[in-house]
């Protein structure tokens, strides 16, 4: 019989894809999801279990029923101007239910722990370069309570012996080219399916927030990664694992940068549309530059991303909102 994993937050953007991938990859997802921000239509790959991480009856419950060999943990709020407007919602969602799983699974007896985390956690270092060994600064709640986890597992690992695989994302982008599944997000915030909505006129013109950024365009730089390519890291962060080889943390990144300027006049091209833009004032919470200096997933990981191109993520993202499953 396949192995079943816990996936919590399976029914969301990233937690869907990491099923689709886990199932192809010979394991059957559990999809752990309170289905606040998650979609029941995206839970195809594997089982829902419809539980919250801030009950922990119901994480018991899920691993009793499907006795998982590991935990893939995505579940949690992840948006960086919500966290800096209601920073205690932020550390009560994120690390009280993270709390709660972590102790679950030390409880069942369940030693992998495969956790989403982010370069959120470096904060706002110009110029330093960002690999796993940069010391942690977080300028957001969402990035805090990320860092809080991080040091949560660590703690768990010398004191019941969980080995933890830690992924920090840059900025996640695509879809599943299939069409299977696809980001959407309520309300959506996140820069590349606002400014796709805004081509297809389904919302008004994109707020580029800042201009005045010391950066060449002026406006803020991040490093952009192909969802399917994440998702792909995490299967073989698993049977890193499973294979008993040690907790490590690893930056998801491809070590290039974009401006928002840049990716909205990568939108032009790829979907030939004129893309409506206002200047907006600064995002509160926002780091000037994210963009990951280390290339330790691919040594280590043998990890080998090859969608992480702004073409690809843009037509894979464009094609995912003209379909008629996507309600922007
Ligand atoms: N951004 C923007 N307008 C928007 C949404 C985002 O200018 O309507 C900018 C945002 O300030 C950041 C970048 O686009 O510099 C990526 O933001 P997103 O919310 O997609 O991801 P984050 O970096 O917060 O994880």
Redesign the pocket.
Same mark, same amino acid.
């Given at each position: 019989m396949s192995d079943h994993v816990l996936v919590t937050g399976g029914a969301g953007y990233i937690g869907s894809h990491a099923c689709k991938a886990l199932s192809q990859a010979g394991f059957v997802p559990v999809a752990f999801d309170n289905l606040t921000t998650g979609w029941a239509d995206a839970v195809r790959f594997g089982p829902l279990a419809k539980g919250d991480l801030l009950d922990r009856a119901s994480i018991d419950a899920a691993i009793a029923q499907y006795r998982p060999v590991a935990i893939m943990h995505f579940a949690a709020l992840s !948006?960086?101007?919500e966290s800096m407007k209601n920073p205690g919602l932020y550390w009560r969602t994120n690390v009280t239910g993270a709390l709660n799983l972590i102790e679950a699974s030390v409880a069942a007896g369940i030693k992998s722990f495969v956790f989403s985390s982010t370069c959120?956690t470096y904060g706002d270092q110009d110029g330093v370069q960002l690999d796993e060994s940069t010391p942690q600064y977080p300028i957001n709640a969402y990035g805090g309570s990320k860092r809080a986890i991080e040091d949560m597992l660590r703690d768990f690992g010398a004191s019941d012996g969980l080995k933890s695989v830690i992924f920090r994302y840059f900025?996640v982008a695509g879809a599943d080219p299939e069409g299977e599944i696809g980001e959407q997000h309520r309300p959506e915030?996140?820069?590349?399916p !606002?400014m796709l909505d805004a081509i297809e006129g389904k919302r008004p013109a994109?707020?580029?927030?800042?201009s005045d950024y010391a950066t060449p365009d002026g406006?803020?730089i991040?490093d952009y990664v192909h969802v399917m390519d994440l998702v792909d890291a995490h299967v073989l962060g698993l049977r890193w694992l499973l294979e008993g080889k040690p907790s490590r943390v690893f930056n998801l990144g491809t070590g290039s940068g974009f401006s928002?300027r840049e990716?909205i006049r990568w939108a032009g091209q790829v979907t030939n549309r004129e893309v409506p833009i206002v200047e907006g004032p600064?995002?509160p919470g926002?780091a000037v530059a994210?963009v990951s200096g280390s290339s330790r997933a691919i040594e280590e990981l043998g990890w080998n991303p090859t969608r992480s191109n702004m073409r690809d993520m843009i037509l894979d993202a464009w094609r995912w909102a003209s379909k008629p499953e996507y309600q922007g």
């Amino acid at each position: 019989m396949s192995d079943h994993v816990l996936v919590t937050g399976g029914a969301g953007y990233i937690g869907s894809h990491a099923c689709k991938a886990l199932s192809q990859a010979g394991f059957v997802p559990v999809a752990f999801d309170n289905l606040t921000t998650g979609w029941a239509d995206a839970v195809r790959f594997g089982p829902l279990a419809k539980g919250d991480l801030l009950d922990r009856a119901s994480i018991d419950a899920a691993i009793a029923q499907y006795r998982p060999v590991a935990i893939m943990h995505f579940a949690a709020l992840s !948006l960086v101007g919500e966290s800096m407007k209601n920073p205690g919602l932020y550390w009560r969602t994120n690390v009280t239910g993270a709390l709660n799983l972590i102790e679950a699974s030390v409880a069942a007896g369940i030693k992998s722990f495969v956790f989403s985390s982010t370069c959120a956690t470096y904060g706002d270092q110009d110029g330093v370069q960002l690999d796993e060994s940069t010391p942690q600064y977080p300028i957001n709640a969402y990035g805090g309570s990320k860092r809080a986890i991080e040091d949560m597992l660590r703690d768990f690992g010398a004191s019941d012996g969980l080995k933890s695989v830690i992924f920090r994302y840059f900025n996640v982008a695509g879809a599943d080219p299939e069409g299977e599944i696809g980001e959407q997000h309520r309300p959506e915030t996140h820069l590349i399916p !606002l400014m796709l909505d805004a081509i297809e006129g389904k919302r008004p013109a994109l707020t580029v927030f800042g201009s005045d950024y010391a950066t060449p365009d002026g406006t803020c730089i991040r490093d952009y990664v192909h969802v399917m390519d994440l998702v792909d890291a995490h299967v073989l962060g698993l049977r890193w694992l499973l294979e008993g080889k040690p907790s490590r943390v690893f930056n998801l990144g491809t070590g290039s940068g974009f401006s928002v300027r840049e990716v909205i006049r990568w939108a032009g091209q790829v979907t030939n549309r004129e893309v409506p833009i206002v200047e907006g004032p600064r995002r509160p919470g926002d780091a000037v530059a994210l963009v990951s200096g280390s290339s330790r997933a691919i040594e280590e990981l043998g990890w080998n991303p090859t969608r992480s191109n702004m073409r690809d993520m843009i037509l894979d993202a464009w094609r995912w909102a003209s379909k008629p499953e996507y309600q922007g």
